[in-house]
């Protein structure tokens, strides 16, 4: 019987951290419900990481953006600058879920400027900032990494 209940745990404590993956993803599935509170708490966190490693537009050497306003064209430099750090990591290490947890956060950031930069189509844009950051989310819960900023 404890043998039973053991495997049991197990294959669910596997189940959740493969959903964990996938949701982390970049294709893994939009929230359902939406948490209303998680996209600032994953602004602030994601902010502060940017902070800490030096992830600014500013360091992008790639090809520069070329948008309809000096913001969104540097969110977009900053998406590319993580994009190749974040490809950088081992798949499937926690370091490779952090910085799939940046990357998502900063996709929050981009989708929250895109709002007001871009009205028509604000309802789109609030739903990737919704996805993104539940995929940041199910990232940081996939390595126990607590989503509330250092005070």
């Known amino acids: 019987m ?3 209940a053991t495997a049991a745990a197990f ?3 596997l189940g959740s951290v493969a959903f964990g993956q996938v949701t982390c993803a970049s294709t893994g599935p939009s929230p359902n419900p939406v948490d209303l509170t998680l996209a ?3 602004i602030a966190w994601v902010t502060k990481v940017e902070n800490k490693l030096g992830l600014t537009a500013a360091n992008w050497h790639g090809q520069r953006a070329r948008a309809s306003n000096p913001a969104v064209a540097a969110a977009l430099d900053l998406q590319a600058l993580t994009a190749d750090w974040e490809a950088a990591a081992h798949p ?3 370091e490779a879920f952090f910085r799939s ?3 998502h956060g900063v996709n929050v950031q981009y989708e929250t400027l895109m709002i007001t930069a ?3 189509n604000a309802k789109t844009h609030q739903f990737w900032v ?3 950051a539940a995929r940041a989310a199910a990232c940081l819960d996939l390595i126990k ?3 509330a900023p250092d005070r």
């Open 11 to 13: 294959w669910i404590s």
């Open 40 to 42: 600032p708490r994953i």
């Open 92 to 94: 499937g290490t926690v």
């Open 2 to 4: 404890k043998r039973t």
């Open 130 to 132: 919704d996805t993104e």
């Open 145 to 147: 990494m607590p989503l």
């Open 101 to 103: 947890a940046v990357g």
């Open 118 to 120: 871009d009205p028509p």
